[in-house]
């Protein structure tokens, strides 16, 4: 790795430290940074709590049981999404790809919504959402490994099943009660991570701890499919293992997210590309350079969202009036005809 590729790292970390620390004490009750900053010591310090702290007991309510579960959870979802696009737009080649194209958001967001439906509580929710966005990326590699498993047919599985549970989230939100399951549907749906809780953090932080260190660890491999799928096979690679492989553990870490905050969209597209205006394409750089800078940038839209307007908007909402404009300057800055040539 070159100096200037360290100099990146190591900013790119500092940054996210203070954003995580800013983000404690931001939002309608502000705490001040340096009281922040005492109350995490205290609170992560083996020992016990000050006699006679320099803090209220609502600022340490507020920082560590509301705002530390919310800020860790955008951070673990903007790590993930963007670890996930980053390894999905290397493995199919492809910088358009997302991890919505494999089916797992629409998968998760269509038992998300069944739960609600069927007025279960939010624990079964959660569960039965992480478990649709697993059965949508089963029954897409079952579909793309039946079609021989290559690259286009995975990305054709992918939108098969989108589409087939889009239309099953559609004919739920129909069937829902208008004036008290809809809303409730809709909030869901749009994305945030307002009343996150310990258990999100842990629902979604060990698939990241698991499948993105695993994907992190596969990322040498990325380098050697984008040589095309006979040079990988000389070089020793089973590609077909490969591409079933990595889109497991993408799966893994997006249902887990869709499972905790709902579908917060062009995260996956956007942040790797950003990633790569940084650090350029090689994906041994690229890779842990888009989860440091997912975490950035999800953090920054989650304050953005609490800040904007006196009621929270969606993150989910957010994102896509960020990603739109972001994607279009730059597919300007990098020309597209160059992408269609690569």
């Excluded at 009281?35 to 007991?57: D, E, F, Q």
């Excluded at 089963?138 to 286009?152: D, E, M, Q, V």
């Excluded at 491999?221 to 096979?233: F, H, Q, T, Y």
């Excluded at 590609?239 to 249902?255: G, H, M």
């Amino acid at each position: 790795m070159s100096r200037r590729d360290r100099g990146a790292f190591l900013a790119g970390g500092l940054l996210l430290s203070a954003l995580l620390l800013l983000s404690l004490g931001f939002g309608s009750y502000p705490i001040a940074p340096g009281t922040t900053a005492r109350i995490m010591i205290a609170l992560v310090s083996p020992g016990p709590m000050p006699a006679h702290p320099s803090w209220s007991v609502a600022e340490q309510i507020v920082v560590g049981s509301i705002r530390l579960p919310r800020v860790l959870l955008a951070a673990i979802a903007g790590s993930g999404l963007a670890l996930a696009g980053a390894s999905l737009q290397g493995l199919f080649r492809n910088p358009l790809v997302s991890p919505d194209t494999i089916g797992v958001a629409s998968g998760a967001a269509a038992g998300g919504v069944l739960a609600i439906l069927l007025g279960l509580s939010s624990v079964w929710l959660t569960g039965i959402a992480f478990a649709g966005g697993l059965l949508a990326v089963g029954a897409a590699t079952l579909i793309a490994r039946a079609a021989r498993g290559s690259t286009l047919s995975f990305v054709l599985a992918g939108v098969i099943v989108s589409a087939f549970f889009s239309a099953a989230l559609s004919l739920m939100q129909f069937l829902v009660d208008p004036i008290t399951g809809l809303a409730q549907i809709m909030h869901w749906l749009m994305g945030g991570f307002a009343g996150a809780t310990a258990g999100d953090v842990a629902l979604a932080g060990v698939p990241l701890l698991i499948a993105g260190g695993a994907l992190i660890g596969l990322r040498w491999r990325l380098n050697l499919l984008s040589l095309g799928e006979d040079d990988a096979v000389a070089l020793g690679l089973k590609p077909a293992r490969l591409r079933v492989a990595i889109i497991t553990l993408a799966a893994l870490i997006v249902a887990a997210q869709v499972a905790t905050s709902g579908i917060v969209g062009w995260v996956g597209l956007i942040v790797p590309h950003l990633a790569r205006m940084v650090v350029g394409p090689d994906h041994r750089r690229l890779v842990p350079a888009s989860a440091l800078l997912g975490a950035i940038f999800m953090l920054a839209v989650d304050d953005l969202a609490r800040s904007l307007t006196t009621y929270e908007l969606p993150t989910g909402v957010l994102t896509a009036f960020i990603g739109t404009p972001a994607f279009a300057w730059l597919l300007y800055r990098s020309h597209l005809r160059g992408w269609e040539r690569d």
